[in-house]
């Protein structure tokens, strides 16, 4: 099986409707066919639908951020945060130092112990994404073997790329 670089616009909403995010007005995104660079359920969804195509994609809550795990729900005691100061509600601390830490929400404040839920915000969230297909094309060796896409022409990795 090929696997294409897609490029796409697209807007998310939630169950009742309401807008999540867009890229309307702004760039594209462009990923890698089974690269796990976009939710599985949208990447499955998108395989076949051709460049220039507008499509509605629903995707349900396990294919999108996962099921609410009521694991992710922690206490620990409020000395255990990184920061000083009044902790609030609805809060977020990353996990570790690097960008791709794991994020969690404060979801309680209890005397001196703080309720953090590392579930993502969407998790358990079935989603709808209105797509416009901009362009897709066959993947490249390099990109294949870089595991995602290399600008949305096919040129080789850029600035920023990471892969080198």
Known sequence: ????????????????????????????VTYLE?????IDGLDEQLRDVAAGAKTRVEVPAAKAYGERDPAQ??????AMLPVD????????FQTGPDRG?????VVGVEGEEIVL???HPLAGVPLTFD?????????????????????GGG??????????
Do not use: K, W
């Not at 796409?8 to 760039?27: E, I, M, N, Q």
């Not at 089974?34 to 976009?38: C, K, L, M, S």
């Not at 830490?101 to 929400?105: G, K, N």
């Open 1 to 28: 099986m090929n696997r294409r670089v897609v490029t796409f616009h697209y807007t998310l909403r939630d169950p009742s409707g309401r807008v999540l995010d867009s890229s309307a007005g702004g760039s594209p």
């Open 34 to 38: 089974g690269a796990g660079q976009i």
């Open 73 to 78: 729900i922690q206490r620990i005691p409020r």
């Open 85 to 92: 100061g009044e902790v609030q509600v609805g809060a977020q």
């Open 101 to 105: 830490d794991p994020v969690v929400t």
């Open 117 to 119: 839920d590392g579930n």
């Open 131 to 151: 797509v416009e297909i901009v362009g897709a094309r066959e993947a490249n060796a390099e990109e294949l073997s870089h595991g995602h896409a290399h600008g």
């Open 155 to 164: 040129g080789g990795c850029g600035e920023g790329c990471g892969c080198h």
